[in-house]
């Protein structure tokens, strides 16, 4: 067995068809197909059910797919640590982010670092949590540094906190809002609010020479937004359960994606609808509902990282119209 067969497999088992695979691995797919085989005899196990159009992991792969990306990326440090031993080769530092996080500090750390080791290559990364652990996992990031959904950590990872935010709400002196503690989502209708100074050095997120759109409006903030939602429940004759539907939509005017509001980063108002049909059993122990999400397939950027200073402005849009169904037990 040879480490080339094993990403050979790798590529095959991610890409689940012969010709993206055999380019990804700089192959023919022909030699592709007689490198998995030679594999396949080394394991003494069948990887993949094939037939003309598509191909199939088998349990043998799901299982030898754990092992084969934990063995790829431990081979991947070791060659990235021999090279740096050796001074050969380039350092490579590979991030994975969120917007957040990538207009604050990896920013801030990627040109402090490339100060320190100009002959460093740093890939950047957006994407969600759930999307980027995966590649860590699998040795394609070397750090991840974004906003945390989640309390589990998986036990191969080991994270730091490295900044805890607070979100505050400022209103003036009379203002409805003003003195309440705790301020609810839906009391957020409207919000008219402007700044018009801003420390250029600080904001990662604007350029050198700062701009000349004053007064600037509050990234993230449109002027108006709303959220209502409805749901009704249809009892059925003869104690036979119920039928649940329901809606909710979403409306936000204008805003921006970057403190200095330069047009790249406007993001134009949209309307989200959502809705869902289900059916629940008299004692509600079994509910199957089907919803749909974005119901008008509408395009919006769901987050945006803009820092001019690295000349890096990336946007990663949100999911399309989506159709799902779940099945939901519960025991007492």
């Not at 409006?217 to 002027?223: C, D, G, I, V, Y």
């Not at 204008?254 to 330069?262: A, G, I, V, W």
Request: aromatic share 10%.
């Amino acid at each position: 067995m040879e480490i080339r067969h094993l990403r050979h497999f790798l590529a095959l088992y991610e890409t689940k068809s012969y010709w993206p695979a055999a380019e990804l691995c700089g192959l023919t797919p022909q030699a592709l197909s007689k490198s998995i085989r030679r594999f396949e005899e080394a394991l003494g196990v069948r990887l993949f059910d094939r037939d003309t159009r598509s191909v199939c992991p088998t349990l043998f792969a799901e299982e030898i797919a754990l092992f084969a990306r934990s063995i790829d990326a431990e081979s991947n440090s070791l060659r990235r640590k021999l090279d740096s031993l050796l001074g050969t080769g380039t350092d490579q530092l590979a991030i994975g982010t969120g917007a957040a996080a990538a207009t604050t500090l990896v920013g801030q750390a990627v040109v402090a670092v490339i100060q320190q080791r100009p002959n460093l290559a740093v890939n950047v990364l957006e994407g969600t949590y759930e999307g980027l652990m995966p590649r860590l996992l699998q040795g394609k990031l070397d750090i991840v540094v974004r906003i945390m959904t989640s309390d589990s950590v998986d036990r191969l990872i080991d994270s730091r906190v490295l900044k805890v935010e607070h979100y505050r709400v400022y209103a003036r002196a009379g203002h409805p809002l003003a003195g309440l503690e705790r301020v609810p989502l839906g009391r957020l209708a409207m919000l008219d609010t402007k700044f018009t100074k801003i420390n250029f050095d600080q904001a990662a997120d604007c350029g050198p020479a700062g701009t000349e759109n004053q007064p600037l409006q509050l990234k993230f903030s449109p002027k108006f937004s709303s959220f209502v939602a409805a749901g009704y429940r249809v009892p059925l004759s003869s104690g036979r359960g119920a039928l649940t539907l329901g809606a909710d939509w979403t409306r936000k005017s204008s805003f921006y994606h970057s403190s200095c509001n330069p047009l790249p980063t406007k993001e134009d108002g949209y309307d989200l609808l959502n809705a869902h049909l289900g059916y629940e059993t008299a004692d509600r122990r079994w509910q199957v509902t089907a919803q749909v999400r974005n119901l008008g397939d509408e395009d919006y950027a769901a987050g945006q990282s803009f820092i001019p200073r690295l000349g890096f402005n990336s946007i990663y849009f949100n999911a399309p119209r989506t159709w799902a169904v779940s099945i939901r037990y519960t025991q007492d």
